[in-house]
Nanobody, 120 residues
Framework: QLQASGGGLVQAGDSLRLSCVAS????????MGWFRQAPGKEREFLAA????????YYADSVKGRFTISRDNAKNTVYLQMNSLKPEETAIYYC???????????????WGRGTQVTVSS
């Protein structure tokens, strides 16, 4: 089970840090990622961290502004988001897979999202 938190209402240019706690399974050597979905749009991959020591991957749209990290002791993945834009208003989801080589679109475990609203 995955539980995301940390969303909220912020202004353009602000920062937010999302957290996703996993329970029931340890994803320390697997893959964990963040995604978002805005109303009327498809789910969008943002970032992932996989394997040991944790190779990171980013979508071009967030590279340089978002940072994904993982605390294996807490079975938690984080997403630090800086310089947020109004068009990034969406529900943000975390997902995970025990296979570190799994493609994000096939991640087995998905959590409920957390709403991020960026006002202009």
């Amino acid at each position: 089970q995955l539980q995301a938190s940390g969303g909220g209402l912020v202004q353009a240019g602000d920062s937010l840090r999302l957290s996703c706690v996993a329970s029931g399974r340890n994803f320390g050597s697997g893959a964990m990622g963040w995604f978002r979905q805005a109303p009327g749009k498809e789910r969008e991959f943002l970032a992932a961290i996989a394997g040991i020591p944790g190779r990171t991957y980013y979508a071009d749209s967030v590279k340089g502004r978002f940072t994904i990290s993982r605390d294996n002791a807490k079975n938690t993945v984080y997403l630090q988001m800086n310089s947020l834009k109004p068009e990034e208003t969406a529900i943000y989801y975390c997902a995970a897979d025990l296979d570190p080589q799994s493609c994000w679109s096939t991640y087995e475990f998905w959590g409920r999202g957390t709403q991020v609203t960026v006002s202009s």
